[in-house]
């Protein structure tokens, strides 16, 4: 078997980092003695230097971002408690300031890869035959720290792809809040971050049932001053855990390719790392996308998960249970006998299948897949959520040969019992060619998700690690080599 027979098709379609896109985000200046002193300084301008210096900024950076004096009044009102006397301060003045605590990231200038598509709920306006889509992109910058970023796309009634240009503007939220936490499901995940201790139990009892992050702010304020240095850190932990549970909110001036999820909370300070968006159909018939991703500290891996329903308000949670490990899990589209089901990869190796009531709490596993021919040898995983067919469940993989080569591969399962492989390709549905084999991570292929349109699964990829571009492979083809073959050499 080959690519070829299988009719996959590559569309040259790519998309490149463009480092010019930038965000403004808050410039971190440690120790306080370093603001107090910058602050002086400022200080000692008088008004009409403060109002030259700023109109030159503004005239600089301005039409780089919207709204960005509204951002540096923001940085103004975090730094102003350092600032040695309660003196009027004209706005022009509270500007300069926020400016000098705030700077530019580039957020695709790393890389730009590992794609994630569905189809959008908005189809109006479109010519006959053609569907819009949305795909989530891992952009990564500065200090190798990955967001999630946005394009919107059409596929026509031939399979041509056609991505909208993005816009010169990118943003963060405006709005960031934390929910009510409710106390035995975060006393399960304390557990599970071995972080119950006889310190982190007390605070749980000072907790109402219900709670919210200024509840927990404050009571761990009132203890963990004069405490030991174990149960600070503990208490670190706890708020981490906390603020790791989240939701933004953007207007709708901010179009699809102007919104960026960026790091928010510590679990996430390293980066949130290949979303797996999947369009999940609800019980009563209701659309919800959901999407599981891994937040990264540097040291740990949190396997998280995003919820929205119109890609304006995001709901961001943390996953519970002892499976809840490593990267790579991936939501099934619906559920099956009336329960969740989630793709895994716990042990960096096989890939395996869950089930649960609770949508947040996954405790037991079953191996489904192991690394079988010499492609895939190192380890297996998952290119995305599974893709529902007739036939039964159709799964992109990913497998990892000698010199850390990933090749792109595929299985079905049963629909009924996903447990039971039907069909696996003993060849790569697709592997990086001399073109796609250069770049930030060499000899890499990868996707997120995949789509069915036409009679053909249409495939965006990173290539290793520094652009993407889109495949197309006949299903019925494909199909057939699954079901005929039941996964024996073909």
């Known amino acids: 078997m080959n690519s070829q027979s299988l009719e996959l098709i590559r569309t040259g379609v790519e998309l490149i980092p463009d480092f010019r896109r930038v965000l403004y985000r808050p410039l971190i200046i440690e120790p306080e003695e370093r603001i107090i002193k910058i602050l002086g300084r400022i200080q000692t301008l008088s008004e009409t230097e403060v109002e030259s210096e700023i109109n030159i900024l503004l005239s600089a950076f301005e039409e780089r971002h919207k709204r960005l004096k509204k951002f540096f009044l923001q940085r103004f009102e975090q730094i102003k408690k350092y600032l040695l006397t309660d003196h009027f301060l004209s706005e022009e003045r509270k500007l300069l300031i926020g400016a000098y605590f705030t700077q530019e990231y580039s957020l695709e200038s790393a890389a730009l890869f590992n794609p994630s598509i569905i189809w959008d709920k908005d189809q109006t306006n479109l010519p006959p035959g053609s569907r819009r889509f949305i795909m989530s992109l891992r952009a990564t910058g500065e200090g190798h720290i990955s967001s999630i970023t946005f394009r919107s796309g059409i596929v026509d009634s031939k399979n041509q792809i056609t991505i909208t240009n993005p816009t010169k503007y990118v943003s963060i939220s405006d709005n960031i809040s934390n929910p009510i936490y ?26 109402n049932p219900h709670f919210t992050i200024e509840d927990l702010k404050s009571i761990l304020d009132k203890h963990i001053k004069t405490n030991t240095t174990e149960n600070k850190l503990i ?18 001036e901010q179009l699809l390719s102007e919104r960026i999820i960026f790091p928010h909370s510590p679990s996430e300070s390293n980066g949130i790392e290949d979303a797996r968006f999947v369009d999940f159909i609800e019980d009563n018939g209701n659309h919800t996308y959901y999407a599981t991703y891994t937040a990264y500290d540097g040291k740990i891996i949190f396997p998280q998960l995003l919820e929205t329903r119109d890609f304006l308000h995001f709901k961001v949670s943390t996953l519970y249970g002892p ?19 989630m793709l ?29 021919y010499p492609w895939e040898f190192i380890q297996l995983g998952n290119c995305g959520s599974p893709i529902e067919l007739e036939e ?51 000899n890499v292929v990868y996707s997120c998700g995949s789509i069915i349109n036409g009679g053909d699964l249409i495939l965006p990829y990173a290539m290793s690690d520094r652009s993407i571009s889109f495949a197309k492979i006949n299903l019925k083809r494909l199909l057939e080599k699954l079901t005929t073959n039941n996964g024996k050499e073909n």
């Open 182 to 207: 409710e106390k035995k499901m975060f006393e399960r995940k304390l557990s599970e971050l071995n972080l119950l201790t006889d310190f982190s139990i007390n605070i749980l009892y000072l907790l």
């Open 235 to 252: 208490a670190n932990g706890i708020l981490s855990l906390a603020v790791s549970n989240y939701e933004i909110q953007y207007d709708n």
């Open 323 to 341: 499976e809840v490990k490593n990267k790579g899990m991936a939501l099934f589209p619906k559920k099956i006998n009336n329960q969740y089901a």
């Open 344 to 372: 895994s990869r716990q042990d960096n190796e096989n890939l395996f299948l869950m089930f649960s009531d609770d949508l947040h709490f996954w405790y037991k596993k079953e191996l489904i897949l192991k690394p079988t």
């Open 392 to 442: 039964g469940w159709l799964v992109i993989t990913h497998g990892v040969g000698p010199m850390r080569k990933y090749s792109i591969g595929a299985f079905l399962l049963e629909k009924s019992n996903p447990r039971i492989v039907i069909g696996r390709l003993s060849e790569p549905l697709l592997a990086p060619n001399e073109k796609e084999r250069e770049g930030y991570v060499p």
